[in-house]
């Protein structure tokens, strides 16, 4: 897809570095020339929104860490401080904390985006698979950084999901006194999920390259799932087309963000979060952050501790197996009819599942848990693999351009505009 | 790629200002992040309050003694010169210094008996001695720095050595006689 | 679409029944606390600085008897935004407590006057200590207690809450527990320390009722009347907005600084919506006259 470099250097000294570093060539053909299919809707735009979080996340991260205290002791104060005494402190903490929710949002859209359209379909399989990683990296990241202010949640939040590993058989015991550095969460734990805390961002970022590289290798999916089949056709220049668009979606973005950040700051958090952790005094009712709701009710629908860890690690793994376990040809649920349904099923499920997690751990909560687990995975054992085999897709179109014109020829395929019409705004 | 460029002609300066527009905005929201990011780096809050006068009793530092003290995590010198060291101070020739200053600007006046110093080096920030009785005082009575040779007089004065300038005179006043405040 | 609406329909079923089952069986006990009109409320919301000043008194005369806050420094108050007290007024107020400060030369602790750059003194020296006293209790410090207490909003009220900006669940929450003392229902017998209250989870709390009418004494207004009524519920909405100022001293220049990134936010996406209205008119599908 991306062809031959265009990149023509104009000065002396870009031919110089031309022809030592061809940086500015892959800068220029990365995201300058690089062509993007020209139907490409607003669920688009939010690979360049995660890409601006991680790094509000990281420069937010790392200015935190210079007045951050990790230690069990002095851990809750330093936040404190940082939310009193240092100069915009409490803005800067409060972009890290609710970043974190809005990070999660970004990347619930984004996965159901390539779920929806099938951007986890060949040739995507392995950019389908990073994504998967930097998924998983997210959370161990926002679960250690939710330690770290050292408070009610954070202490036993640690607790509970450090015990998780001690379903393991036979070394699970070790494995969790390896990761406290003790008898129990304590200082050691806090000073070490600090650390990690601070190394693995930078790893996902690492991830996020190879990720963006792959996406460049293969080209943008599309709604229609129609591969790209004539550049010129099809596709236009990167900049200043899907620049300016995402720009114009950063910014509507950055709005509900900074609503969260200076109106309801504390909004998407716990209240619990904000008494001193206390070994001796477990909250009442103890929940993780929203977005790991839903893997949370899996966990409590199995009454067996092991069967509970490794379904809650099924849920998470199972994603990465969706290549293979979707069996259509067509991409785009645009075209099919019963998937779709089963796609929206399936995302009310995951709603459902998160409002699961959050109720306590009694009936009919936990039946209800079961179903909807059991719903879960019925999307990726039963839904997609059968549906491939039995399931009439609709008439794809010819080509990204024939959808693009035919739309505006007044729908010239009812087909494609009854799909369509059921869709955001899929022109911009 | 499909870029026709015929249907952009007209109304070319609306455009130029939507997009000049455009940039300025995006260029003052960069300068508006930046600024929360460069303020956190100054002193908090609670450094600044932290660094409000103190008051320091000169009863129990005897003649020809000298006690420490930090102010803004800085360390003071206080010195109870004897009659001597205040003689020879004075009696030095201003202009032949390499940082030139009478002992007369660097005390209070009719208290001339007290000095007070910033005990940092001038030259490199090391710790001059001479403060306790007993350590090294250098070629001049006043304060030795052992890091690279620096030699200051009974008045805190840049004598021999690499340092630049005299040790400086942090602000400060007496309450009473016994009693000064610095800050 | 049947398949989802029929799934939609079943979901949307199970969480209206469900969501029924009364919330409080889950928090053991405790009726929801009603909701107070705060002058901190909602957007524009900033504190009223006479009755930070008032809740200060309530707190220093009551509260602080065996509650600490330790996070809160006396220099806070005279900071913008807070109760604006004079800095002449804080290094008063600071002085009237005592503060452990040492060791000496001769290795010893201490007692001088605060200053403004100390911290609340804790009323007990370690939490052993604050429970012998308070038969068992503790007396939580109070520094962000107003943020550290909620009660659960339930569906759909909690959705709603992101449009209304309700987020004053910790202050409804404290002042009507500060007023929710009541007898406890017949048959039920209470410990020695132990009292009954209509709004506390599990109903029974070991702080006994500590505000009462007249109790204390607010500063006379030009006519020689109290500026506020010197009523335990004035007391309790007094010192809940003081304390949600000590959990939250920024909150007026959150706020402020928001009403401004927001309003910039949205017209610089205005403006972005419109060059990229203009730039995408470039290609011939979009060009004026095709649609």
């Not at chain 1, 114009?248 to 504390?266: D, K």
Request: proline fraction near 8%; charged fraction near 15%.
């Amino acid at each position: 897809m991306s062809g031959p470099s265009t990149y023509v250097p104009k000065w002396g000294i870009a031919k110089w570095m031309d022809a030592r570093l061809p940086l500015p060539r892959m800068v220029y053909d990365s995201f300058i020339a690089y062509p993007v299919p020209r139907n490409l809707n607003y669920f688009w735009t939010f690979g360049g929104i995660l890409m601006l979080m991680l790094v509000s996340q990281i420069i937010t991260g790392v200015v935190l860490a210079m007045h951050y205290t990790p230690h069990s002791t002095l851990a809750f104060n330093s936040v404190e401080s940082i939310m009193r005494d240092v100069e915009y402190g409490w803005l800067i903490r409060y972009m890290h904390s609710t970043g974190a929710s809005f990070f999660f949002i970004a990347v619930y859209i984004h996965i159901f985006r390539g779920l929806y359209y099938g951007s986890y379909k060949a040739p995507r399989e392995v950019l389908w698979i990073l994504g998967c990683i930097i998924f998983l990296l997210m959370m161990a990241t926002a679960f250690m950084g939710y330690v770290l202010p050292w408070g009610q949640m954070s202490f036993w939040g640690a607790t509970v999901i450090t015990n998780l590993f001690s379903a393991i058989p036979l070394v699970g015991e070790t494995i969790v006194t390896f990761l406290w550095g003790g008898y129990s969460v304590d200082n050691p734990t806090l000073t070490r999920f600090f650390s990690l805390h601070f190394l693995l961002p930078f790893m996902i970022f690492g991830v996020v390259i190879l990720h963006v590289w792959a996406l460049h290798v293969t080209g943008q999916n599309n709604p229609t799932g129609v591969e790209v089949k004539a550049v010129q056709k099809d596709t236009v220049p990167f900049t200043p087309y899907a620049t300016i668009k995402d720009a114009f979606a950063m910014i509507c973005f950055f709005v509900v963000f900074s609503y969260f950040i200076f109106y309801m700051p504390n909004y998407l958090g716990h209240a619990d979060n904000y008494v001193q952790a206390n070994p001796a005094v477990t909250p009442p009712h103890i929940v993780p952050e929203w977005y790991f709701l839903p893997f949370y009710a899996i966990l409590r629908a199995v009454p067996d501790k092991l069967g509970g860890v490794m379904l809650m690690g099924a849920a998470v793994v199972i994603l990465a197996f969706l290549p293979w376990l979707d069996t259509s040809k067509v991409k785009s649920m645009r075209y099919r009819p019963l998937a779709r349904q089963c796609f929206w099923a399936f995302a009310v499920t995951c709603v459902v599942l998160g409002w699961l997690g959050s109720r306590p751990a009694e009936q009919p909560y936990v039946l209800l848990s079961q179903i909807f687990s059991a719903l879960y995975f019925a999307y990726f054992l039963i839904a997609l693999p059968l549906l491939g085999l039995f399931e009439t897709p609709n008439k794809l179109p010819g080509s990204i351009a024939e959808s693009v014109l035919s739309k505006i020829k007044g729908g010239s395929a009812a087909a494609v505009g009854a799909a369509a019409a059921s869709e955001p705004n899929t022109k911009g | 790629m499909a870029e026709a460029k015929a249907t952009q002609a007209g109304e070319p300066t609306r455009r130029d200002m939507l997009f000049l527009a455009t940039g300025v905005m995006g260029a003052a929201g960069v300068v508006g992040v930046a600024v929360p990011f460069i303020r956190q780096l100054a002193p908090n809050a609670q450094t600044i309050a932290t660094g409000a006068p103190i008051e320091v009793d000169l009863t129990p530092i005897a003649e020809g003694q000298g006690i420490k003290m930090f102010w803004r995590g800085k360390l003071i010198f206080v010195r109870n010169r004897s009659k001597a060291e205040v003689e020879e101070a004075q009696k030095v020739n201003v202009a032949s210094l390499p940082d030139p200053q009478a002992d007369s600007a660097r005390v209070k006046p009719g208290k001339e008996q007290w000095l007070v110093l910033y005990g940092a080096c001038t030259h490199l920030g090391c710790i001059p001695g001479g403060s306790a009785v007993g350590e090294v005082r250098g070629d001049y009575g006043g304060w030795f720095c052992p890091c690279h040779g620096s030699h200051y007089d009974t008045s805190g004065r840049i004598r021999k050595g690499p340092a630049p300038a005299n040790l400086p005179v942090p602000p400060y006043a007496f309450l009473n006689d016994s009693k000064i405040r610095i800050g | 679409m049947n398949l989802f609406r029929t799934t939609l329909a079943a979901c949307a079923a199970i969480i209206i029944g469900t969501a029924a089952i009364p919330a409080a069986q889950a928090a053991g006990g405790g009726t929801k606390p009603p909701e107070y009109p705060w002058s901190f409320d909602g957007p524009f919301g900033t504190f009223d600085r006479a009755q930070l000043q008032r809740g200060y008194k309530v707190f220093r005369e009551v509260c602080s008897a065996c509650h600490a806050m330790g996070l809160v420094r006396f220099r806070n108050l005279s900071q913008k935004g807070g109760p604006e007290f004079t800095e002449a007024q804080v290094r008063a107020l600071a002085a009237d407590f005592k503060i452990m400060d040492g060791p000496n030369e001769q290795g010893e602790m201490f007692e001088r006057p605060g200053r403004p750059s100390d911290a609340f003194p804790k009323p007990f020296p370690n939490e052993q200590a604050a429970r012998a006293a308070n038969g068992g209790a503790y007396p939580p410090d109070m520094s962000v207690l107003a943020k550290a207490r909620n009660y659960e909003r339930g569906f759909p009220l909690f959705l709603f809450d992101i449009l209304t900006q309700y987020q004053e669940g910790g202050p409804d929450y404290i002042k009507a527990v500060m007023t929710g003392y009541e007898d406890p229902p017949a048959g039920t017998t209470l410990q020695p320390g132990q009292n009954w209250n209509k709004y506390m989870p599990g109903n029974i709390i070991a702080m006994p009722n500590v505000l009462n009418d007249g109790q204390i004494e607010y500063p006379k207004g030009p006519d020689g009347k109290p500026s506020a009524p010197e009523t335990a519920k004035q007391y309790a909405a007094d010192v809940t907005a003081f304390l949600v100022w000590a959990a939250e001293p920024h909150m007026e220049q959150r706020k402020r600084i928001g009403f401004q990134v927001i309003v910039f936010l949205t017209l610089f996406a205005g403006l972005l919506y419109f060059t990229k209205k203009r730039i995408w008119s470039r290609l011939p599908e979009h060009a004026p006259g095709t649609h």
